[in-house]
């Protein structure tokens, strides 16, 4: 259309310049013949004339154009325009039905409510929303590791009264798509007068229903425990879960039998998990690991149940298993869905179960650095001891004076059962004790153990294997075999410390034969592990047979690459053969693991003094006397005119 307006402007312009020249001519010819002058005038009046008509003929035509062009324009906006709101009310629709589709959570519809008790201001929207108050209560109270997506049903946060509209509207709209496409779980019910007061009766689909009985003007705890027998009937793992956090340990175990032994088959798993929770209070760690394996075999897919496998086989001293099961709930962790748990509960697992790995492999300075990042996660899920298990990592470094400030610190620390967590802290502070020949001060810590006992007899076999050793082998050192021996037998021949201590009472007795066989039964054990070869290295040391203390030391080392232990006590048996230069070396490298550990800067700096550096074996005395040595070791030092 732009292209006719341009051609009429031509045209307009041809015309007249054809005019132009006809005037021209002319004017011309009038000047030669003065009779035609009259005639001309004439002809130019109606040539002018006829120009106006003719522009203005061209202006309305431009005009007509101009406004067809613009009608044009406007019909076209006002196509898009429909065709765009057409296009979002589709999406609007689409969105609907998709968010109905995948739609969860709760949704409590209104009670039925007698007309006497709603005159009173009982409406059946009051009753449904002292329920849901009571409901989001209990779900605030509850922590779970487990993902929302491996629920048959879960709520989340979205827990909410139906109040329906009146009428046509887009509310009603988006309940019936709600109700016909989505999977929420929905509550309905009744209140009816009975002989001493109400029953509140609330269903919930195919899940079932209950009632809960009480006086109407005591209303609070009747929703409070219809509440309770809803979130039973439509969430049992997590009222499981809520029960043992309210310290309702009994109550708990018929939710978890129930789930685990007939409920559906995709959550009898997250059963067995809950009852082996429920059997550690009730009977101890031995029996809670007996279920766990029983939870496997219901779910072999489920991280939380083989990474509590990896970790109780931890607690009661067998590294060997503890690193084979955590390799195993390792590889399910990294599965899509991260078995089971939620994605940011992911790292925190990944760097607990690494960490107990790390430790039963003697690499301390990893567990500490992994059991620390998880404190900066802060997943606020810690049921275990921060502070304890890092402290026992410092201890393991010979870092005496961090396990110290570490074992005080208050970190946060949470979970349903911190008797497991006062296990941990009592046996890393024996540990630290230990690792400074402070054997009267593990004897002292002894005296907590009566009373955690006489608290909860069921941890037990936890103290067994983690409190017992420490006690026995200090009894041992301060002369008292009798106790020692009658302590360290209670243990179980399983935990690998327990079967070392043996081992140790009996190298303290003399009795090198028995020694050896409790050694060379703990090797059996836990062949992969390193500690077992190291002790018993360090005792054919102290016998003089450095030969076969140097093949210990070196199977320690290589069983256990980053535990400082085999590597330092290596050097001292090289010192001992004369060979202070090779020895170096030895001392170096275990400083990379251990660079806290005083009497290493001190073995060190005698090797570097008995090869003839003296200066540097200064800089090593100097930094041994930051640390903790004991007042022999400080003699050491001055015995080589080292203030």
């Given amino acids: 259309m732009a292209d006719d307006i341009l051609d009429a402007q031509n045209a307009a312009e041809d015309a007249a310049e054809t005019n132009a020249a006809a005037v021209a001519l002319a004017l011309d010819g009038a000047s030669s013949r003065p009779e035609l002058s009259g005639a001309i005038a004439a002809f130019l009046k109606e040539q002018r004339k006829l120009m106006e008509e003719q522009r203005e003929q061209l202006r309305d035509q431009v005009r007509r154009l101009q406004l067809s062009i613009i009608d044009q324009r406007f019909s076209i906006a006002l196509k898009g325009m429909t065709a765009a709101v057409g296009v979002a009310i589709a999406v609007f629709f689409a969105v609907m039905v998709w968010n109905a589709y995948g739609s969860g959570g709760l949704t409590i519809e209104p009670f039925s409510v007698p007309p006497d008790l709603v005159a009173r201001g009982l409406t059946s929207e009051v009753v449904a929303a002292k329920l849901l108050d009571q409901l989001s209560q209990m779900q605030a109270e509850t922590t779970s590791q487990r993902a929302p997506q491996s629920f048959q049903n879960y709520w989340g946060q979205d827990i909410k009264v139906m109040i329906p509209d009146t009428g046509i509207s ?381 093949v210990k030391f070196e199977t320690a080392h290589q069983k256990g690459p980053h535990l400082a232990d085999p590597l330092e006590m290596w050097g001292e048996v090289l010192m001992a053969k004369n060979r202070s230069d090779l020895a170096l070396a030895k001392f170096e490298e275990a400083a990379k693991y251990a660079p806290n550990w005083a009497r290493l800067h001190l073995k060190w700096g005698e090797a570097l003094w008995w090869s003839g550096r003296h200066d540097d074996a200064k800089t090593q005395f100097a930094r041994a006397r930051t640390l903790d040595l004991t007042y022999a070791e400080v003699a050491e030092i001055k015995a080589f005119g080292v203030p």
């Avoid at 032994?261 to 067995?272: A, D, F, K, Q």
């Fill in 170 to 550: 887009l509310g009603e709209l988006d309940r019936y798509l709600n109700l016909k496409l989505g999977h929420a779980t929905r509550v309905s019910g009744e209140v009816v007068r009975t002989a001493s007061g109400v029953a509140v009766t609330a269903r919930s689909g195919t899940n079932g229903s209950v009632t809960a009985t009480g006086n109407e003007n005591a209303l609070d705890p009747l929703m409070h425990d219809l509440a309770e027998q809803v979130y039973r009937l439509t969430q049992p793992y997590l009222y499981g879960v809520w029960l043992l956090k309210h310290g309702r340990t009994n109550e708990a175990l018929p939710v978890y039998v129930a789930l685990a032994t007939s409920g559906p088959v995709e959550e009898r798993g997250w059963g067995y998990l809950g009852w082996a929770n429920v059997l550690q209070v009730l009977e101890g760690e031995s029996s809670r690991l007996a279920m766990l394996h029983r939870g496997v075999e219901a779910d072999p897919h489920l991280f939380i149940i083989r990474q509590n496998i990896a970790l109780s086989e931890d607690e009661l001293g067998r590294p060997e298993k503890a690193i084979a099961e955590g390799r195993k709930a390792l590889a399910v962790l990294a599965t899509p869905g991260n078995g089971g748990i939620r994605d940011d509960v992911a790292p925190y697992s990944r760097n607990r179960v690494q960490s107990a790995m790390d430790a039963s492999s003697g690499d301390y300075r990893s567990a500490a650095t992994r059991l620390a990042n998880n404190f900066k996660i802060g997943s606020g899920i810690f049921t275990y001891s921060v502070a304890g298990l890092v402290a026992r990592s410092f201890a393991g470094q010979h870092d005496l004076k961090g396990a110290r400030a570490v074992a005080v610190m208050n970190w946060r620390d949470t979970g349903f059962n911190l008797s497991i967590k006062d296990v941990d802290d009592l046996s890393a502070q024996m540990f630290i004790a230990s690792q400074g020949g402070d054997w009267r001060g593990v004897i002292a810590l002894d005296t907590k153990t009566v009373a955690m006992l006489a608290k909860q007899p069921t941890l037990r076999d936890l103290v067994q294997a983690r409190i017992v050793p420490f006690v026995a082998m200090a009894q041992a050192r301060l002369g008292d075999f009798k106790t020692a021996d009658a302590l360290i037998a209670q243990t179980q021949d399983h935990c690998d410390l327990c079967l070392r201590t043996r081992a140790q009472i009996a190298e303290l007795q003399g009795q090198h034969a028995r020694a050896d066989w409790w050694f060379a039964r703990a090797v059996s054990e836990n062949k992969s592990i390193p500690f077992a070869y190291t002790d018993w290295g360090q005792a054919l040391f102290a016998r003089g047979d450095l030969v076969g203390a140097i």
